[in-house]
């Protein structure tokens, strides 16, 4: 439609409007600007050149509590729970051991010792309760008959050395539980032994080994005796008194499960 107006009765219209207070140009029609199709992006100076990027898919963040309960569910014996271990990669703790520490003793003994995590020794030797806290541990329970040669199978929360021994993460602990729930599951102990307040946190969701120490308690329908720590024993030797205590009661326990193959 061809505009009445000339241009000087148009601009003076216009000036008009403004003084009025009109500060944008609006249509006389109203358009409804939701069914109108997106335009494509206008060409400028410094993009015209560019050649369009391909959309990338941003990667989905990886849950490693969910990796390492998947490969740990795969894991259908011993040696190959050891394997799925060596071979998953979301712990740090990893990439600062030498070896990985997964376990010593017999496995299928009806007792399963759950220590912390590998300390210098164990680290450079790839096997558990191998330092000073070792053979404190072995004296223990040779003292109620039992012997990782024999009747004891053990293993660590963690299979590698946290750096300068320092306590383990909750995350560290988290992504690595699912791996010593298969572990206990394949290994079929009767009883396991908690060393320390890391393993009851760990395994039994509870802190506090002054109290948790010499009292069963159950984790994965299993009885579990948590005990002090045998580092723990080195430092306060006056301690040992209760830990003899919690080793008679779970000697009294295996015996009455077993009363045909008494220990000494
Ligand atoms: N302390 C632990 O808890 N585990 C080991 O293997 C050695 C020391």
Redesign the pocket.
Known sequence: MESALDYWSAKALLEWQVELGATEALSEAPIDRYSLQPSAPQKTASNKSRTPEPAVEKPKPVDPVAVARKAAQAASSLPALKEAIAGFEHCGLKRGARNL?FSDGQAGANVMVI?????R??DLQGK????R??QMLDRMLTAIGLSRSENVYIT?VLPWRPPQNRDPQAEEIAMMMPFLERHVALAQPDFLVL??N??CQAVLGKRGITRLRGNWDQAWGKPVMPMF???FLLRQPHQKRQAWADLLELKARLNRARPTKETN
């Open positions: 520490v220590g912390e995590a590998p300390g020794d164990e558990p309760f191998v330092g806290a070792g660590n060393m320390g890391i393993s720590h045998p580092a």
